[in-house]
Each structure stands twice: as C-alpha cells, then as structure tokens.
C-alpha cells in the first residue's frame, strides 16, 4: 500500500500542528467514571462505529502502522477514508490515537482521538486534526468541509459521553 500523503507524520501527538493546513482542536468532558470504557471505545473502533461509520480495519485496535477505512454515507454515495494508524497511547491517565491519510482519502493531514484524566480527576475527550483538500470534491466544498469536521468531532464526543457512561 502507498504511504500516507503528508509529511508531518505524528504532530497530533504533540500538539504543534503544521502550518498550511486547517486546524481542528475539540474538547468535551466525559463522564468522570468513563475513562476505562471510553479509552476502549476508542481504541477498538466502537466510538466509530456506533456513529454508523462503516470500519474496514487491518486489527481489532488501533496500533501503529494498522491500515483503517472509514466509510461514509450509503451505497454509491459513501466516501471512503483510508488512513494509518501513526501512533497509540494506553496508559492510566491517557488512550487514543492519531491516524493521517493514504492515497484515495479526500483531504490530507492526521486526526488524533483521546481520552483523558486531567490533574483534577476529570475525564475529557479530544480531537486534534490538521488537513487540507487532497480531491476536487474537498476543494469544491471548501469553507463546509471545516463545519463537518467539527460537526464529526461533536458528535464523536456525543456517541463516546453515551458509551463511557455504561
């Protein structure tokens, strides 16, 4: 398979997203007993899937160098996303990962999801993503392909907030 489609392979990780790109940054609380059920979701593509994403995934989790196609829509009209999983993180106070983009996704660029325990014993979830169009279609839609990703990321946090609570 060709390699993912952009260079900055793992700035989700960090925080310092490159420039030139669109930057999504998404916060929500979570439910404080949910991390463990929540970290869960995430790493094994429930949170997706109970959003109604079609997941085609290389492993049941999310691990490094794991191959993953999103799909979107119905029938003819569902958009497929491939993506890498870069990197992955389970420990006590954090799960998650970030995934950036193959050849045949519409935009380029990484997208992270995380679970968190803050210092204060809260629990949060976040999205990080950097990307730009990669197709004519995500050109065209220029100024709404922000509003879906946003738009993805809440409703993300919804369906998680749902799951972490049991």
Known sequence: M???TYAEV?????????AGYRHLRYRAALPSDGFTRAGEAVLSW??????GVRIEASAPRA????????GLGLGRLRL???CEVVWTVRDERRAGFGYGTLP????RGEEAFLVEVADDGRVWFTVTAFSRPA??????????VPLFQRGY???CASVLRRLAAG
């Open 80 to 82: 497929a996303a491939p």
């Open 10 to 18: 793992g700035a989700t990780r960090t925080g310092a997203l490159p």
């Open 63 to 70: 691990e490094p160098g794991g191959t993953v196609t999103a």
């Open 46 to 51: 429930q949170m997706h899937r109970a959003m």
């Open 104 to 107: 045949g996704h519409p935009m």
């Open 135 to 144: 197709s004519p279609l995500t050109r065209l839609a220029g100024p709404l």
């Open 2 to 4: 060709p390699g993912l």
């Open 153 to 155: 990321a809440w409703r």
